[in-house]
């Protein structure tokens, strides 16, 4: 975002909250060295001019000389200093005044005095410090030049220069001298509070569009911010992940042919709003367009949502309702089942039973316990907390998850599994309790089904479709192609000990984290889990 990297010059020291912007101080430093300029040449013409006015230099035409040429000369020198800018803004903005004051009080001394009207010329010197200098600076410059008003009068007076002294003249002058500088150091009071709010609201609103910026970066929802022309001001991160961009395209039509005419379509029909667009190996996209109205122009912002993850949140919505259903029905269920489990127990410990009647007893406990065991599975799927996602180093992660998992199941842990991490630094932004709840039903699946005794499950990490992606390969036959679509369905199963939840209760908590979990075939046609996660390091950008 722009940002005004202006300087601010406090040119009075005594005064150090007064501040001018640079540029403008040099150029009000050039005005008033045009200004000298022009009266030091003349003053010269008009000493020289045949027809130039009695009054210059009556009194002491040496002085008058000397005293217009030094004018002249420190004038242009001060011109190669300010051009060059060899000497700071406050040393030469304090030397003009100076030099500027104590010159027309010579000037004037030698033309008559106050009488000659010279003395009316530092009202002007006054007023430029007021405006080049600023603060009580300019009250100093106006004592300054009163005193000098009278003490010229003084000198006169005493040495009987003029016919009579003009004392009054003098104090009115002084006043007035006086009067403009405290003119002029009210609007530098005032200059300081604007430019102080004026500051304040630059802040204020620079930490706005720094806020602004980054919570359009970091919104789910992909935004496109294009003019009429369909050149593209602003693409958000979700966005060029959606588009699998890496950086910000010129024009519609970089993205996609379609979506630019979709966009003039819009542009005469406003009620062709909605858009959706397909790109090669992308998930399918429905744009809004949506009219931004400034000041100056129009903007237009497109929002880009994924069908599928809309379609997914519609999916959970109702799973979420059917989730609390079968949770109070599983309830309902387990005080029964309790009986039915307690009673076939009892009847199993009749002495009188044949071995056909003990068969039929270990059926109701069998089954009871599957039974119990789907319950406990809704239960827990009904029970399933929010999502606490951090960022987690995968390979410290995951050797320390397979340390503990093969403890717990007496496993050896160099034969059962083997981890394989492409790039050591991986990172991850997932719940770490959701991420183990995953990997324990992955990896006893494939204890269970992935024919250990052939060689070591293995959990391989890398990176892919540019996110970090955990895949548990086993030894396994893979399951049946008419099986695959159905295989994170709640209940499907095909094994007969199983309760077809596991799965189902995986995915949804890798959705829950931003994650996704599919089946796959390896290259050598082994069985295949891939879980793609967030990546923490984009995710914290």
Known sequence: MPENNQSIIHPCPLSKGYGIPEQQAWLLLKVYLVYRLFLA??????????????????????????????????????????RSRFATYSLQAQFLLFS?????????????????????????????GGVTIGGRCAMFFAAMASL???????????????????????????????????????????????????ARHERTIANLEELNHYIIQHLETGILITNRKQIVQLANTAALKMLNLEKSPLHLRDISARLSEDFGDWLYDQEL??????????????VRFILLPTRSRAFYMLVLEDIALYNQHVQQSKLASLGRLTASIAH?????????????????????????????TQIIQTHSKRVNKIIEDILQLSRRSASRREKIQLKPWLTHYLETFTLEHQLAEQKTFRL????????????PGHLKQILDNL?????????????????????????????????GPGIAPEHQSRLFEPFFTTSSKGTGLGLFICKELAELNHAKLGYHLS???????????????????
């Open 420 to 431: 394989h991490i492409d790039q050591d630094r991986l990172t991850a932004f997932i719940d």
């Open 273 to 286: 709003d909605q858009a959706e667009l397909t790109l090669p190996d992308q998930a399918e996209i429905r």
């Open 332 to 360: 309902e269920i387990r005080n029964p089942l309790g009986a039915i489990s307690h009673a076939g127990q009892l009847l199993s410990e009749n002495p009188d039973f044949t071995p056909q009647d003990r068969r039929l």
């Open 148 to 198: 000098l008003v009278l003490a010229e009068e003084i000198y006169a007076d005493f040495t009987d220069s003029f016919a009579a002294a003009s004392y009054p003249y003098a104090g009115m002058l002084g006043a007035a001298f006086l009067t403009i500088a405290l003119l002029s150091y009210v609007l530098a009071k005032r200059s300081e509070s604007l430019l102080e709010l004026a």
């Open 41 to 82: 040449g003349f003053f010269i013409a008009l000493f020289y001019a045949p027809v130039a006015p009695s009054v210059l230099g009556s009194l002491n035409t040496q002085l008058y000389h000397s005293a217009s040429l030094l004018y002249l000369l420190l004038t242009l020198i001060s011109g190669f200093l300010l």
């Open 523 to 541: 290259q050598n046609q082994r069985s295949s889990f891939r879980l793609y996660l967030s990546d923490a390091d984009k995710s914290f950008r």
């Open 100 to 128: 500027d004051i104590i010159l027309l009080t010579l000037i004037m001394h030698a033309s008559g005095g106050l009488k000659s009207g010279i003395g009316i010329l530092m009202a002007v010197s006054v007023a430029s």
């Open 443 to 475: 990896c006893r699946n494939a204890l269970l089904y992935g024919h250990p005794e052939h060689g070591p499950i293995t959990l391989h990490v890398y990176i892919a479709q540019n996110s970090p992606c955990i895949e548990v390969i086993d030894n």
